[in-house]
């Protein structure tokens, strides 16, 4: 069963960190390009960050450029999102999602990518 489980969220004061965890089961995920996701109560769905399969390229979005990292361990089927100088407008629901394509897509709404993880909440407050 192709699956991905997130971990890592939980709350944090402004300023704060966290390191989220995107396990992989039921597939190979250095095949595949991974990305985290974001979603907040009442918003749409954005891309946070990517990494490809073919060159372990990454991919931020502007307002976490500088503050997020994306990395991977193919070897324990793991990608990771540190998330340091947290705002409160990081608050939402993270989900990593994988897609076959070898690059990263432009981070909108994620429809390249075919699956998602359940997701873990990240609460930035004081």
């Known amino acids: 069963q192709v699956q991905l489980v997130e971990s890592g969220g939980g709350l944090v004061q402004p300023g704060g960190s966290l390191r989220l965890s995107c396990a992989a089961s039921g597939f190979s995920s250095d095949f595949y390009t991974i990305a985290w996701f974001r979603q907040a109560p009442g918003k749409e769905r954005e891309g946070v960050s990517c990494i490809s399969s073919s060159d372990n390229r990454t991919v931020y979005t502007d307002s976490v450029k500088g503050r997020f990292t994306i990395s991977r361990d193919n070897a324990k089927n793991m990608v990771y999102l540190q998330m340091n100088s947290l705002r409160p407008e990081g608050t939402a629901n993270y989900y990593c999602?994988?897609?076959?394509?070898?690059?990263?897509?432009?981070?909108?709404?994620?429809?390249?990518?075919?699956?998602w993880g359940q997701g873990t909440q990240v609460t930035v407050s004081s």
């Open positions: 999602a994988a897609t076959v394509l070898s690059w990263c897509p432009a981070l909108r709404r994620g429809y390249e990518f075919n699956v």
